[in-house]
């Protein structure tokens, strides 16, 4: 079965600091990758995607590219704000049902 | 362009009483999921339909739990009776392209 893994948290990081978040996963088929991201009281948002291998998805600064020799999914932003304080998920599309397979999510805390 | 709407945002109710949450999904959008969220388990998927029929209601955890989807705009997770390890927040998603899901904001269920 599909499975996202990703590193465990909290992660707690001064403003302007290298923020990277790992994610691994195990899938069958060639699933689309994706990084969600979810702020204190709200639903998830998605952050960026990729949908084949070695393709890098990029927003708000944060970028993630899709590593099939190693099948990992790395989130990074060079900088990171006190805005960016959330927690971030990692989840993979399977590509037959379209059923969302999440990693058990990474709260960042950003001080000023 | 509205995002997919939840219905209550909040719901209080006591123990044995039905509750009816209620999604309007993205116009154009042909799948719709519903997923529960509670810290001990994460993001569970209960039910997903395509184009207004359900596909996958594995995740459903009791007969107590019922989804509809009478229309592309419209759908109802009713939970009949309601009991207190229900209390969690409910998400819906709907997702174009099949694989890219888009969540509302939640309702956040609380049974007394």
């Known amino acids: 079965g599909n499975s996202v893994t990703q590193m465990e948290g909290p992660v707690t990081l001064s403003e302007e600091a290298f923020l990277t978040i790992n994610c691994t996963y195990t899938?069958?088929?060639?699933?689309?990758l994706f990084w969600y991201v979810q702020y204190p009281g709200e639903g998830l948002q998605l952050l960026l995607k990729?949908?084949?291998?070695?393709d890098k998805g990029s927003n708000k600064g944060f970028e993630a590219t899709y590593r099939k020799e190693t099948t990992s999914f790395h989130l990074e932003k060079g900088s990171v704000q006190v805005s960016d304080s959330a927690v971030y998920f990692c989840?993979?599309?399977?590509?037959?049902?379209?059923?969302?397979?999440f990693g058990a999510g990474t709260t960042v805390t950003v001080r000023a | 362009d509205a995002g997919v709407i939840q219905s209550p945002r909040h719901e209080v109710t006591e123990m044995g009483q039905e509750v009816t949450l209620r999604c309007k999904p993205i116009s154009g959008h042909d799948y719709l999921f519903w997923y529960r969220q509670t810290m001990m388990r994460g993001l569970e998927l209960l039910i997903y339909f395509n184009n207004n029929v359900p596909i996958d209601d594995s995740g459903m955890p009791e007969d107590r739990f019922s989804a509809k989807m009478p229309n592309a705009s419209f759908s109802t997770l009713k939970i009949q009776p309601s009991e207190p390890r229900d209390s969690a927040v409910y998400f819906c998603?709907?997702?174009?392209?099949?694989?890219?899901?888009?969540f509302g904001p939640g309702t956040r269920l609380t049974v007394l």
């Open positions: 899938a069958t088929g060639y699933p689309s």
């Open positions: 989840a993979l599309s399977d590509p037959y049902d379209y059923k969302l397979s």
């Open positions: 998603a709907s997702s174009f392209p099949a694989d890219t899901q888009y």
């Open positions: 990729a949908t084949k291998a070695d």
